[in-house]
């Protein structure tokens, strides 16, 4: 909660950059209906601070951002963004689908590692 509270106080959820958090929320069909009202939810900034805590916290452990920011003396915002940029810079989005799609085709623990060495790379991007 601490996290998704200094989110809300930052500009971050604001950017335009992270706007596909909010609309990817949605279901698809409410995405394509609706995109332009969705940027004026009532709970934009909440629901971008949200999915981008949780993205965050599920790819790389709950406590990336605090150990970023003590050994950086960056602000928890600018570790958010840092994580959003190396995300999208080397695709980590489609990597995790690739591994996940190993589901039942590939030993468990074998794809455990996967998604293990996916996260230890973005925490040193």
């Known amino acids: ?15 335009p950059y992270v706007a596909p958090a909010l609309t990817g ?9 609706y995109a332009n009202a969705m940027l ?7 629901i971008v601070a949200t999915v981008l805590t949780n993205s965050m916290i ?7 951002v605090f150990r970023m920011c003590d050994e950086t003396g960056a602000e928890a915002h600018e570790v958010v963004r840092a ?3 190396a995300r999208d810079i080397f695709d980590f989005p489609a990597l995790w689908a690739e591994i996940e799609a190993l589901d039942g ?3 468990a623990p074998v794809q455990n590692r996967m998604l293990i060495d996916a996260g230890r790379l973005i925490r040193r991007t």
């Open 1 to 15: 909660m601490v996290l998704f509270d200094q989110l809300l106080e930052s500009d971050l959820v604001d950017d």
């Open 25 to 33: 929320y949605f279901p698809k069909v409410l995405q394509a209906r």
């Open 40 to 46: 004026r939810h009532p709970l934009k900034r909440e």
């Open 58 to 64: 599920n790819h790389v452990g709950i406590v990336f």
């Open 83 to 85: 994580y959003i940029l």
């Open 105 to 107: 085709k590939v030993a």
